[in-house]
């Protein structure tokens, strides 16, 4: 079970604001990584530096023991990042299908060149995208909906999609921006289940959650950050136990306390 991505006292400040302070966490394949904290604890802002948005103030950031640092977003996507967003990026008057090939695109060599022309490049390309596609559509359980406009689509199967674009790449871990925000108790349990899934079939998942019981229940190991620092990283059950980690939900006045005890 190799290391997939690693960060090495990752600092990431906005003039005088420490928002991620010397952060180091490893995750490994096969594993489904949660990273939790009250609001403004610096997750989105260590997620950013992790895809290459943001570059690190200090520290470092490995995909498969390679420095990627400093490269750009779209060279760390090629090399096996994907991620999906917080609020939902999908074309919605456009099909499952094309959605999914946008994604897939990315992998592909043809230009606006190659497109205008339809060169011999550009149709080999073209093949390639819709079986790959249509593979990945398969495999996320959405064969019935690939021609279906996407935004006609419920809730949570429009949420499958966007991480089935994500995953048109083969990506070496996906990185998913609080998969289950804005969704009913019944399409998060749902969702819960596709992540696990994907994760069965060798995908390495590196989420964003505020939804406890999700992560309790689906994470194998949870790194917990307050204040822009690390506080707490293990499974489910150190996580839980954790003075420190309580005090940080209870003391922030959220429902996180709570929630923290019933996961
Ligand atoms: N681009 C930015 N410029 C200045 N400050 C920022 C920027 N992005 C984030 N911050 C600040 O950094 C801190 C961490 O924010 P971040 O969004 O990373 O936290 P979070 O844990 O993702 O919060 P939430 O759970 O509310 O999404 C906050 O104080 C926030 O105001």
Same mark, same amino acid.
């Given at each position: 079970?190799?290391?997939?991505?690693?960060?090495?006292?990752?600092?990431?400040?906005?003039?005088?604001?420490?928002?991620?302070?010397?952060?180091?966490?490893?995750?490994?394949?096969?594993?489904?990584?949660?990273?939790?904290?009250?609001?403004?604890?610096?997750?989105?802002?260590?997620?950013?530096?992790?895809? &290459?948005?943001?570059?690190?103030?200090?520290?470092?950031?490995?995909?498969?023991?390679?420095?990627?640092?400093?490269?750009?977003?779209?060279?760390?996507?090629?090399?096996?990042?994907?991620?999906?967003?917080?609020?939902?990026?999908?074309?919605?008057?456009?099909?499952?299908?094309?959605?999914?090939?946008?994604?897939?695109?990315?992998?592909?060599?043809? &230009?606006?060149?190659?497109?205008?022309?339809?060169? &011999?490049?550009?149709?080999?390309?073209?093949?390639?995208?819709?079986?790959?596609?249509?593979?990945?559509?398969?495999?996320?359980?959405?064969?019935?909906?690939?021609?279906?406009?996407?935004?006609?689509?419920?809730?949570?199967?429009?949420?499958?999609?966007?991480?089935?674009?994500?995953?048109?790449?083969?990506?070496?871990?996906?990185?998913?921006?609080?998969?289950?925000?804005?969704?009913?108790?019944?399409?998060?349990?749902?969702?819960?289940?596709?992540?696990?899934?994907?994760?069965?079939?060798?995908?390495?998942?590196?989420?964003?959650?505020?939804?406890?019981?999700?992560?309790?229940?689906?994470?194998?190991?949870?790194?917990?950050?307050?204040?822009?620092?690390?506080?707490?990283?293990?499974?489910?059950?150190?996580?839980?136990?954790?003075?420190?980690?309580?005090?940080?939900?209870?003391?922030?006045?959220?429902? &996180?306390?709570?929630?923290?005890?019933?996961?």
């Amino acid at each position: 079970m190799g290391e997939v991505l690693r960060t090495e006292g990752v600092c990431r400040y906005f003039g005088g604001l420490k928002a991620v302070e010397n952060v180091s966490m490893t995750v490994n394949s096969g594993q489904i990584f949660g990273i939790i904290g009250p609001n403004g604890a610096g997750k989105t802002t260590f997620f950013n530096v992790c895809s &290459g948005i943001y570059k690190p103030t200090k520290g470092r950031v490995y995909l498969c023991g390679r420095d990627i640092s400093n490269m750009r977003p779209e060279t760390i996507s090629r090399l096996g990042i994907t991620r999906t967003f917080q609020s939902m990026q999908l074309f919605k008057f456009m099909t499952v299908l094309e959605n999914v090939k946008i994604g897939c695109h990315k992998g592909t060599k043809s &230009g606006i060149f190659d497109a205008i022309f339809h060169t &011999g490049r550009y149709k080999r390309d073209e093949e390639y995208v819709t079986r790959k596609s249509l593979e990945t559509i398969e495999k996320a359980g959405l064969t019935k909906y690939a021609y279906t406009m996407a935004g006609s689509l419920p809730y949570g199967i429009q949420r499958r999609v966007e991480i089935a674009r994500a995953l048109a790449t083969d990506p070496e871990i996906l990185l998913l921006d609080e998969p289950a925000a804005g969704m009913n108790p019944m399409e998060t349990v749902d969702l819960r289940k596709f992540v696990q899934e994907l994760n069965r079939n060798g995908q390495t998942i590196l989420l964003i959650e505020h939804d406890m019981k999700f992560v309790m229940n689906c994470c194998h190991n949870i790194l917990v950050l307050n204040f822009g620092k690390k506080i707490c990283e293990g499974t489910p059950e150190v996580v839980k136990k954790d003075p420190e980690v309580q005090a940080a939900y209870f003391g922030s006045g959220m429902i &996180g306390g709570e929630v923290l005890n019933h996961a």
